[in-house]
C-alpha cells in the first residue's frame, strides 16, 4: 500500500477491493466464544477480527470509581502488536484511549444502566486484526457480548461508517480507502429505536454530501442488523427448534 | 393493538413485541405506549402481561430467597458473602451467634472462615443497600457436606418443575437432599457419590433441554 493508486474507485463505480459503492464487506459474527467471560463475541468484517469479552455487572474495583445512581461502563480497546503491518506498541496510544471512550459513550445508551446501581462492567475489546473500520464492527461485537451477558439493553447497537473515495460517497470503507480517501463518517444506531448513538466525522463534506453518507451508513446498519441478531439467536438457536413446545413454569 | 411475536418465540434485545393495551412484563421495557424484549429469551403474554423468559441472566437478591454464598472475607463484626449477584451479601455476628457478638471473645474466623459454603436467606435489599443474609432459621447455616453446582438462575424454576414436580422426583429416586439457591447455586447431598452425581446430571440435563416439554412422570431420571 506504499503507492497511491491513481483511482479509488473506477468509471463503473467499482472500488479497489472490487465493491460498488453501496457494498459491505462479507461479515462473519459468533457469540458466546469464551467460556471465561460472562458474555462474548467475534465479528470479522472484511479483514477486520476481533474478539470482545464482557465481565458483571459485577462489583466495582477500585470502589470509589462507582455510582451511587447506575452501573459504570468501563471498556477498554486494544489493537494487538500483530494487528497491522508495523508492530504496534501494546501501550494503549492516544487513538486506543480515545476510541474506548467513543465506543463506551455509542453502548450507553443502549444499556439500562439506572438499573444496577453500585455495579460496574467491563467491555474489553481486542483487535486481531485490523483493516478500517474497527470501531464500528467493535461496537456491533461489543452490544451483542453485553447482551450475552445476560445485561438488559433495550436495542443491540449496529454501527457503520460511510465515507467519500475520490468524488464519490461510498459505504464501509476498508483500509487503503480511509487513509487516501477524502471523508470517513462512522454512524452507530439503535434500529428498532431509530436512535443515533455515535457520529463522528473526519475528513471534508458538503453539507449534502454528508446527509448522503449519514443515510448511506444507517442503511448499512440496518443491513448489518439482522446478521447481528441472527448470530445472538444462533447460541440459542436449540431453545428456538423447539419454540411451539409449552414450557411449564 | 396487536402483538409481534408468537407464543415461545425467540426474541433479542430491542424486538418489538406489542403495541397498545400491554403490560410490560419481566424483561420487557415499554417505550411510546410499545413493548420491547430488553433480553434474549422466550416471549409470553400472560392476560395483558408480555413477559420474556431470560434465557441468560443474572440473580438479584430479593428479600426471602433463599441463596447458596461462599464467604468472601472475615470481617470485624460479620463476614462478606458472594452470592454469584452483582453485590456481595452481609452476613453480621450477631445472627449466626444468636447472641449479642463480644469482640473480645469471639473469634469469627472459627465460626465460619473464607471458602466456607452457607445456606442463607436474604433479610434485606434495597439499590442502595448491598443484601443482608441472615441463616437463623432452620436449614440455613454452615454447609459441611455434598456437591454444589450452578445453573443459570432464570432456570430455577424450571428445576424445581410445576408444584416442585421436578425436583421432588429427582429427589425421590436418588435419595439425595437437593438445596435450590435462588442466585443458580444448587447443593446436593446424598448418602454416596454415585447418587450425588446422579442427580447432579439430572439437573444439568434439565437445564440444558429446558426449553423442552416433555419432561414428564415417563421419563424417569433413572433412565440416564
Not at chain 1, 16 to 31: F, S, T
Not at chain 1, 100 to 108: A, D, F, G, M, Q
Not at chain 2, 30 to 52: H, M, P, W, Y
Request: overall charge neutral; aromatic content about 6%; some cysteine.
Amino acid at each position: 500500500m506504499s503507492e497511491k493508486p491513481e483511482k479509488l474507485i473506477d468509471k463503473k463505480g467499482i472500488r479497489l477491493d472490487g465493491r460498488k459503492a453501496d457494498e459491505l464487506r462479507p461479515l462473519k459474527i459468533e457469540v458466546g466464544v469464551l467460556p471465561n467471560a460472562d458474555g462474548s463475541a467475534y465479528i470479522e468484517h472484511g479483514k477486520n477480527k476481533i474478539l470482545v469479552g464482557v465481565f458483571g455487572p459485577r462489583e466495582m474495583h477500585p470502589k470509589h470509581l462507582s455510582q451511587s445512581d447506575r452501573m459504570v461502563i468501563r471498556c477498554r480497546y486494544h489493537m494487538a502488536p500483530f494487528s497491522v503491518q508495523e508492530r504496534k506498541s501494546p501501550a494503549p496510544s492516544r487513538r486506543e484511549v480515545e476510541l474506548s471512550k467513543v465506543i463506551r459513550e455509542s453502548l450507553e445508551p443502549s444499556v439500562f444502566v439506572d438499573l444496577y446501581p453500585r455495579s460496574g462492567i467491563d467491555v474489553f475489546i481486542e483487535v486481531l486484526q485490523a483493516d478500517g473500520g474497527t470501531r464500528c464492527a467493535s461496537i456491533t461485537a461489543a452490544s451483542l457480548a453485553i447482551a450475552d451477558a445476560g445485561i438488559p439493553l433495550r436495542d443491540l447497537v449496529v454501527a457503520c461508517a460511510a465515507g467519500k473515495i475520490d468524488d464519490t460517497v461510498v459505504l464501509d470503507l476498508y483500509d487503503a480507502e480511509d487513509k487516501l480517501g477524502v471523508a470517513d463518517v462512522p454512524v452507530a444506531y439503535m434500529p428498532n429505536l431509530n436512535a443515533v448513538t455515535l457520529l463522528q466525522m473526519d475528513g471534508v463534506l458538503t453539507p449534502k454530501e454528508f446527509e448522503n453518507a449519514m443515510n448511506m451508513a444507517i442503511d448499512g446498519c440496518k443491513k448489518i442488523y439482522p446478521i447481528q441478531k441472527e448470530a445472538l439467536r444462533a447460541k440459542y438457536m436449540a431453545a428456538r427448534e423447539e419454540l411451539k413446545e409449552e414450557v411449564e413454569e | 393493538m396487536p402483538v409481534f411475536f408468537e407464543k415461545k418465540q425467540l426474541v433479542t434485545p430491542g424486538e418489538l413485541l406489542a403495541e397498545g393495551d400491554y403490560l410490560p412484563g419481566e424483561n420487557t421495557y415499554n417505550q411510546e405506549n410499545k413493548i420491547f424484549a430488553s433480553r434474549i429469551g422466550l416471549a409470553d403474554t400472560e392476560n395483558k402481561k408480555v413477559n420474556v423468559v431470560a434465557l441468560r441472566a443474572f440473580y438479584l437478591p430479593k428479600p426471602g430467597d433463599i441463596v447458596i454464598g461462599t464467604i468472601v472475607e472475615v470481617g470485624f463484626n460479620g463476614w462478606t458473602v458472594d452470592i454469584k449477584s452483582p453485590y456481595t451479601a452481609l452476613l453480621r455476628a450477631s445472627d449466626v451467634l444468636s447472641r449479642p457478638f463480644k469482640p473480645q471473645t469471639d473469634e469469627l474466623s472459627q465460626v465460619l472462615n473464607a471458602g466456607e459454603l452457607i445456606v442463607a436467606k436474604v433479610a434485606s435489599y434495597d439499590r442502595a443497600h448491598d443484601p443482608q443474609l441472615t441463616v437463623s432459621e432452620p436449614g440455613l447455616g454452615k454447609i459441611t457436606r455434598g456437591q454444589i453446582m450452578r445453573v443459570t438462575p432464570t432456570k430455577i424454576p424450571r428445576v424445581i418443575g410445576k408444584k416442585g414436580s421436578m425436583i421432588s422426583m429427582i429427589k425421590q429416586v436418588t435419595g439425595c437432599q437437593i438445596i435450590l439457591g435462588v442466585n443458580g447455586v444448587v447443593l446436593v447431598t446424598g448418602k454416596n457419590l454415585e447418587d450425588e452425581e446422579l442427580a447432579m446430571t439430572a439437573i444439568q440435563k434439565i437445564e440444558a433441554e429446558s426449553y423442552k416439554r416433555s419432561y414428564g412422570p415417563n421419563h424417569t431420571v433413572a433412565k440416564r
